[in-house]
């Protein structure tokens, strides 16, 4: 009932930067190494990459990894694959940070929340960070990895008895808490929640609805600059929408723009044709944000840091308890 730890095995293995700095590390004092997590992840990954055998048991491992009780995990009980990895990655880092070397995990899979509580009607903001190493999404009702991203950031208005209390002014005013990607991490991991309770029958299930996710997933929309760009037009949208006299001007703006095309006074698309509306673009998902050095609005480098390629799926077959 290893399963859960060869996938997670697997998925750290096939990452350059983290493989390489647990090959890397200083070797583990051979008093030490049968206990050490790290010492025996570090000799399986080297099996893995310089071992002539077709596969590996790691039961040298499995005896240094302990349960919480202290005792070498039963290796035939079912265990969440979650759970093991963050706990396999605070072994791995702490081992290297207090042993004065550089963590493996961190520098490739972390990242940072910023919490923000949003005023409204006020220009104030209060924010606090947070590392993380994944991102924990629902499953249940969502349908595809995007709704569910788009349900994480979405926040929640704090109104009447529930009001934030704002300490620049002094008073309760209504206001939106919501969570963000302040700093998005190289390797991106999510995690889906697909383990759920049921309160009425008291027992724990397992969500097994349609559950869809790109081959390339664009983060922007889901970072503090991101959600700040799009409040930006969401307000602006709304300002227009309450002054009917600019709108109006806009209208004829665009009237007279049109006007001049038609009759060739206007510029073109090209220099051998005339009367030819100017092209646009229509692509506003890869805008770089807000801020971001080296970039403009039409720039497609700037936004590939937002960009992510699927590498690997961990996927539970089980069922709840098995």
């Not at 859960?4 to 697997?10: D, E, G, I, P, W």
């Not at 790691?58 to 079912?78: L, M, N, Q, T």
Request: aromatic residues 10%; charged residues 20%.
């Amino acid at each position: 009932a290893t399963c859960y730890m060869n996938a997670v095995f697997q998925q750290l293995f096939m990452q350059p930067q983290i493989r390489a700095g647990v090959l890397g590390a200083a070797a583990v004092e051979p008093a030490e190494v049968s206990e050490s997590v790290f010492a025996q992840l570090q000799n399986m990954f080297a099996m893995m990459a310089l071992g002539k055998c077709m596969f590996f048991i790691p039961r040298d491992f499995w005896f240094a990894f302990k349960d919480y009780d202290g005792s070498p995990i039963d290796v035939k009980e079912h265990q969440d694959a979650y759970e093991f990895f963050t706990r396999l990655q605070d072994f791995i880092d702490q081992h290297l940070l207090s042993s004065g070397q550089a963590p493996a995990i961190k520098p490739v899979m972390g990242g940072r929340f910023v919490q923000q509580v949003i005023c409204r009607g006020h220009d104030f903001t209060s924010e606090r960070q947070e590392d993380f190493y994944q991102i924990s999404v629902d499953v249940k009702g969502m349908g595809s990895l995007e709704r569910s991203l788009d349900d994480y950031v979405k926040g929640e208005l704090m109104e009447g008895d529930n009001a934030y209390f704002c300490e620049e002014l002094g008073r309760r005013v209504p206001a939106v808490k919501r969570s963000a990607i302040k700093a998005l991490p190289h390797m991106l991991c999510i995690h889906l929640k697909r383990f759920e309770f049921d309160y009425h029958n008291q027992t724990r299930y397992k969500v097994r609805d349609r559950f869809e996710f790109p081959l390339e997933l664009d983060m922007f929309k889901y970072t503090a600059d991101g959600l700040a760009a799009a409040d930006q037009q969401q307000k602006a949208a709304e300002q227009q929408q309450g002054d009917p006299q600019q709108q109006q001007q806009q209208l004829d703006r665009q009237g007279s723009d049109l006007s001049q095309q038609q009759d060739g006074s206007g510029p073109s698309s090209s220099s051998g044709g005339g009367g030819h509306l100017p092209r646009q673009s229509s692509d506003t998902a890869h805008q770089a944000p807000p801020g971001k050095p080296g970039g403009s609005s039409s720039s497609s480098s700037s936004s590939s840091a937002y960009l992510y390629d699927l590498m690997g799926v961990v996927v539970h077959s089980g069922s709840a308890f098995t």
